[in-house]
């Protein structure tokens, strides 16, 4: 059964163009609730853990330069079937290819600079939630 948490970040791009407050704004209106969330500015070391599992890919370290390159937004949202209806919300991760209304298609600037992350599986969401958030930072 699927469970009612997932993991996002803002990335730089959409936390630089000042973008954080109209994408929260939408994934409220979506009908997610915010359990635990902080502003924060990877290392390199750290964004590197953190996308460990794309390290054999040819965009890891473009990936890991750019989400060190600013501060994000890190939370974990809770909804039914979070995992499967925050990435409808979100849209497809290159944003040429993303839905229209979706996250990713009002704010992302290319396939790096995609606006937001949103877990792929509840297994991640977990994991991924578990990197950043201590039990005594949610609610
Ligand atoms: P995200 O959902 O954060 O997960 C991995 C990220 O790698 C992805 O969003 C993209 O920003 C980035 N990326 C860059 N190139 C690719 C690619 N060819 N396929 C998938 N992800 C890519």
Do not use: C, W
Not at 63 to 69: G, N, T
Not at 120 to 139: C, K, L, P
Request: aromatic residues 10%.
């Amino acid at each position: 059964m699927a469970t009612n948490r997932t993991f996002t970040m803002i990335k730089p791009d959409a936390f630089g163009a000042g973008n954080t407050g109209a994408i929260l704004k939408m994934i409220q209106e979506a009908g997610f609730k915010i359990v635990a969330m902080k502003a924060t500015k990877l290392s390199a070391d750290l964004a590197g853990k953190f996308y460990e599992v794309h390290k054999e890919r040819p965009f890891y370290n473009d990936l890991v330069s750019f989400m060190s390159s600013g501060p994000i937004v890190a939370a974990i949202l809770e909804k039914d079937n979070a995992v499967e209806d925050f990435r409808k919300l979100i849209g497809a991760t290159n944003p040429a290819e993303a839905a229209e209304g979706t996250i990713r298609n009002m704010f992302a600037k290319s396939i790096d600079a995609n606006a937001v992350h949103g877990s792929d599986s509840d297994e991640n969401a977990e994991i991924e939630g578990n990197f950043f958030f201590s039990q005594a930072e949610r609610v």
